[in-house]
């Protein structure tokens, strides 16, 4: 069964405006983790959070994790049309750090 | 270096027969795991091995799935007896050891039973 869960399911916005996607998870987690797909094919790791971190940067990105609200957040400031994929979150829970578990996604599209 | 591998990346096979995918992983990733995504959907997870044993078969559909893994390198995902909700793309991934690793992700096999 899917963890994580995106929102929203669709972005749209213009070129040089932010982006800020939602995951939610039930269970306690060890790590979450952002992944970016393209093209319906291999997904491309972004940026992972750890459970003891509140807030963590990478260019461009920027993710937040709030445990007591078992929510993240990813933030892309400034978008690029060549920041349109799909964006997918996914948990290593607590109890069973062996595998992960992905959301449905959000897809974003970036309007030039 | 070479990233993960799968093959084929396209196999359209016809309702009730078996098939084969592969993925090779990158050399010296002791995890290896199988996912399936269905069109505009997340990722279902299938199965992860950590060496050659998969510790968490929970995620296979049904008993027609199958995987295994040799050598801690290569792995099969077999499909028996396809039927037509099968038709998905699987993708691999491999990370230095199960747990809070990052994942990479092979292109995938887009599956289409017909």
């Given amino acids: 069964s899917q963890q994580g869960e995106e929102d929203p399911q669709a972005l749209s916005i213009q070129e040089g405006e932010n982006a800020t996607m939602n995951c939610s998870y039930k269970t306690s987690i060890n790590n979450l983790q952002w992944y970016r797909q393209n093209s319906g094919r291999g997904l491309v790791h972004l940026i992972l959070i750890r459970s003891n971190e509140r807030e963590k940067h990478s260019g461009r990105l920027r993710v937040t994790l709030d445990t007591s609200k078992k929510s993240s957040s990813?933030?892309?400031t400034a978008s690029r049309a060549a920041d349109t994929a799909s964006y997918f979150c996914a948990t290593g829970e607590h109890l069973n750090n062996n595998d992960m578990r992905f959301g449905a996604g959000t897809r974003l599209t970036v309007k030039p | 270096g070479a990233g993960v591998s799968q093959s084929p990346s396209n196999k359209v096979t016809e309702k009730g027969k078996d098939v084969e995918l592969r993925c090779d992983p990158i050399s010296g990733h002791t995890a290896?795991?199988?996912y399936r995504q269905s069109l505009g959907q997340g990722l279902e997870f299938l199965i992860y091995f950590q060496g050659n044993s998969a510790p968490?078969?929970?995620?296979?559909?049904s008993?027609?799935?199958?995987?295994e893994r040799t050598g801690g390198s290569v792995s099969t995902l077999t499909i028996q007896r396809t039927q037509q909700e099968d038709s998905a793309v699987y993708l691999c991934a491999s990370s230095l050891a199960a747990g809070s690793y990052e994942?990479?992700?092979g292109p995938g096999t887009r599956l289409t039973v017909t």
């Fill in chain 2, 56 to 61: 968490d078969k929970s995620g296979l559909p």
């Fill in chain 1, 74 to 76: 990813l933030l892309i």
């Fill in chain 2, 63 to 67: 008993d027609r799935f199958s995987a």
């Fill in chain 2, 103 to 105: 994942q990479y992700f």
């Fill in chain 2, 32 to 34: 290896l795991y199988w």
